[in-house]
């Protein structure tokens, strides 16, 4: 019998490859943005789905999409909210989602850079999301397979359309251009 070891890395087949969706329960989409040019404005949105297709042994070959329910904007107050709704940013009665479609997936020490469009108001641009932490696959106590991730990202909103602002009498601008945006995701594994 003749044995020979492999070094060659694993190549991914779709069976290798387990399907994953959002929890959205457990998972948040947040960011913060400068405001008045003093402080940072945090919020979220409430409501995101997705699904990724995750080997682990061959990450670079995961396939990822995600959607936010625009509408589900929330930053602890109502009147912002609602002005983030209206046509001066987010416009959801045009535009109710916001979309992401990853195109690849690179490794980046111990973690990975998922390159892929980000739509927002029909206006797709390429961000990347730098995963820093990745979970192993854990069971939770109901027999569920789960699996983690947090990623960053910086966009610029006026990338998007999002050109709203006031100048203040004191210098600067009302709203920062520049948002901080932070994925804390939780993945759960599909039969």
């Known amino acids: 019998m003749n044995t020979t070891t492999s070094t060659t890395t694993p190549t991914a087949t779709p069976s290798q490859a387990a399907r994953w969706t959002i929890d959205a ?3 948040s989409v947040s960011f913060s943005v400068r405001h008045m ?3 940072n ?12 297709l995750y080997d ?8 990822i999409s995600a959607t936010i329910d625009a509408a589900s904007i929330h930053t602890r107050e109502e009147k912002r909210d609602a002005h983030l709704r209206s ?10 989602t916001i979309t992401f479609a ?3 997936v690179r490794r980046r020490g111990d973690g990975l850079d998922i390159v892929g469009d980000l739509t927002i108001r029909g206006v797709s641009r390429e961000v990347t999301l730098a995963v820093s932490e990745l979970s192993g696959e854990h069971r939770d106590p109901y ?9 960053t990202t910086k966009i610029r909103r006026s990338d998007f359309g999002m050109s709203f602002n006031a100048v203040l009498e004191t210098g600067g601008v009302l709203v920062g251009d520049e948002i901080s945006i932070t994925l804390d995701i939780q993945l759960l594994k599909q039969a």
């Open 25 to 27: 329960a457990h998972s």
């Open 102 to 104: 990853g195109r690849s």
């Open 143 to 151: 027999g569920n397979r789960k699996l983690g991730a947090t990623a």
């Open 87 to 96: 046509a001066d940013f987010l416009d959801v009665e045009t535009y109710p």
């Open 41 to 52: 404005v945090r919020g979220e949105f409430e409501g995101v789905s997705g699904e990724v």
């Open 56 to 63: 682990p042994r061959l990450p670079e070959a995961s396939k």
């Open 37 to 39: 040019m003093i402080s």
